[in-house]
């Protein structure tokens, strides 16, 4: 299927590994140019070369801190230098390790941290991104959260509580801007396996919560992704897709 992005340009937050690199490749599958922006420069590059090699398709990266204003205003800079951005991709980084439960949170440290990478950054990136794209009457901005914002989690706290903030965010954003063509949804991944998440969890004890009975991969959040990127979306905002293999309970 056609999803009539080619050519487009995607600015993907956090998207030099794990979910945001399976969105990159996804997206530069359809066609879609990219701006990359993620902190490690070393990342980076291997990620342009990967993707402009395996895709023929402009790459540009980004090196910066997402808790940064002054990186976000560098990186609307450069973004407005190489054409402007018709698809926000916000993938913020994980909360602290190990996760714990809200009780065993007493550390303000981890909480300042997790305020800072998970919901202080993705709002930085939202009020100075979006602006750029409400007046080309087309946009997509689509943010990865996690299915803990519905259905709290064991162990989950800082995570949930911060990536609710961010997904309260983005349905204001999408009731504020409708008019102007651009959609926000948001895609709440749960058990969906990267490297990271296998170094912070027993991924056979979490499979064993799922209905499905196995993990989701990051190429089936890449797809979603893509799907909410493109033209048959246009009349999908404000909502929040689960990407959790029928963990949620929640029937809304």
């Not at 909480?111 to 202080?120: A, K, P, R, V």
């Not at 965010?169 to 749960?190: Q, S």
């Amino acid at each position: 299927m056609d999803l009539g992005i080619s050519g487009k340009r995607a600015l993907v937050v956090g998207g030099s590994q794990g979910l945001g690199l399976a969105v990159c490749e996804r997206l530069a599958a359809e066609g879609v140019n990219l701006l990359v922006f993620a902190r490690n420069p070393e990342r980076l590059a291997q990620c342009q070369q990967k993707l402009q090699g395996d895709h023929g398709v402009s790459v540009e990266t980004f090196a910066g801190d997402i808790v940064s204003e002054a990186d976000i205003d560098q990186l609307v800079a450069k973004a407005q230098e190489v054409g402007g951005v018709d698809i926000l991709v916000l993938n913020t980084p994980r909360p602290p390790s190990p996760m714990r439960d809200f009780l065993d949170e007493q550390d303000q440290e981890r909480w300042d941290q997790g305020y800072q990478q998970q919901l202080h950054g993705a709002l930085l990136v939202l009020r100075k991104v979006v602006p750029l794209m409400t007046t080309s009457g087309w946009g997509r901005v689509i943010g990865i959260t996690s299915a803990s914002i519905k259905q709290p989690m064991p162990r989950h706290a800082i995570s949930g509580i911060f990536r609710a903030g961010v997904q309260v965010a983005l349905k204001h954003l999408a009731l504020e801007i409708a008019h102007t063509g651009v959609t926000v949804n948001a895609v709440a991944p749960a058990t969906v396996v990267t490297p990271a998440f296998s170094q912070i969890h027993d991924v056979s004890k979490r499979v064993e919560r799922v209905p499905l009975k196995r993990a989701g991969t990051p190429e089936e959040l890449a797809a979603t992704v893509a799907f909410l990127a493109s033209e048959h979306a246009g009349f999908i905002t404000g909502e929040n897709i689960q990407l959790d293999g029928g963990q949620t309970g929640s029937l809304l």
